[in-house]
């Protein structure tokens, strides 16, 4: 291998933050902008991402960004915002974003899933960038055409303290008992041990260049190392969606994090049950052009570098798992990469106790945030799976001996219609939704009203 094969690839970033805080709006306008300050080619649409360039991101933050003391490709943003789609993609172990955007709304300040993003987070100890959205609603706030958007902030007087300042001094605070030391990013020196609130407006777009400057930096300054990739190398991935796409059945969504994947490799990917091997028919990419979000239009590319969105066509691929491994086989056997795929599996199962309730989940990242939310919470798991709810599920449900136990916690799932009948003539309570601490809270009150109607 020669040193030329080595090469630093794209940060991945992930957006997260509360319901309506405005994630999909910051990830439209980071797109947007892009295409109108930069033309063309200022974005490249991958599957399930979206590549902004360091060229493009130069333009837009002036002169908080020279391109010249960067390295780093640019940014590389995964186009499902939210937490779930956070803890689904994960690469070896930990999560696949290398860095995130917590999206807070500065006059809503933290909600459940603030806690619940900022909880996972931490564990898997991603740095972030909050971005204090919104400020253009808020009272106080004095609209820039340009960005950096500081002076105008700083430009407000201290004894005028605006209804802004109090938000945005609060949502410091509110970082503050979580531990991190934040504030203003333009007063941060160190983003990787201090969190950066930028004070932004996903509507008019102030603020968003300094966000993508803030990332930028973190990345080229604090991760470096972890952006190392030998290009040359088997490719690694995460399966962001299985879908069934006309006339090549069922297909993968793929971020690649690592290495290169070639049309004809072979590819061991996790599934329901053992890895499936099989051998890359073709990989697919959007049209360039094709309109943002319009279903897409593809077209056949010979391989892909990391970091990238990729769709995988490829035989036998039915049982594959959303966020589950994806790696190419290539210079060593192929029983090592399906039991390193199988290993990567395990680690996510879930363990799980002789009593308690049922949990499905539709991937195995929100398996396993619903697992340590419930962890958390001292709620007992009997089992814990990926899949639509089963009449087995249901069957192993009745077998709980405490009739609080007698239950199946379902995020993101379907119950399959022969599983409804099921339910309906066995003992067992189904609790479904799809935000993790609502079901929590649900089956939490559940057991409340029991006990209490026991008394
Ligand atoms: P998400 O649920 O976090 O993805 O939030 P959305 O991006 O869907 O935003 C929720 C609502 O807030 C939408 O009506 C947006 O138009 C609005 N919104 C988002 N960002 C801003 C902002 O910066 N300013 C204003 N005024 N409205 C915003």
New binding site residues.
Partial sequence: MSDQAHSLRTPIVAVL?H????????LDKIRGSAVSDGEAGAITQHIGATAVPLDTISEMAGSLVQPSDFDLPGLLFIDT?GHHSFSTLRARGGALADIAIL?VDVNDGFQPQTEEAIDILQRTGTPFVVAA??V??TPGWNPVEDSPIKPSYDGQSDAARSRLDENLYELIGQLSDRDFSADFYWRVQNFRNNIGVVPC???TGEGVPDILAVLMGLSQRFMKAEMEIDVEGPGEGTVLEVKDQQGFGATLDVVVYDGIIREGDTIVVGASNEPIVTEVRALLQPRPNAEIRVEKQFEQVDSVGAAAGVKIAAPDLDNAIAGAPVRVVRDRPEEDVVEEVKAELAEIEVGTEEEGVVVKADTLGSLEAMANALQEAEIPILRAEVGDIAPRDVAVAGTAREAENKAILGFNVDVLPNAERELEQAEVRLFSDDVIYQLVEEYDEYVEEMKRSQQ
């Fill in positions: 933050g319901v309506d805080h405005g994630k999909t709006s910051l915002p999206v959205n919104k253009d609603t407006s996903a509507l």
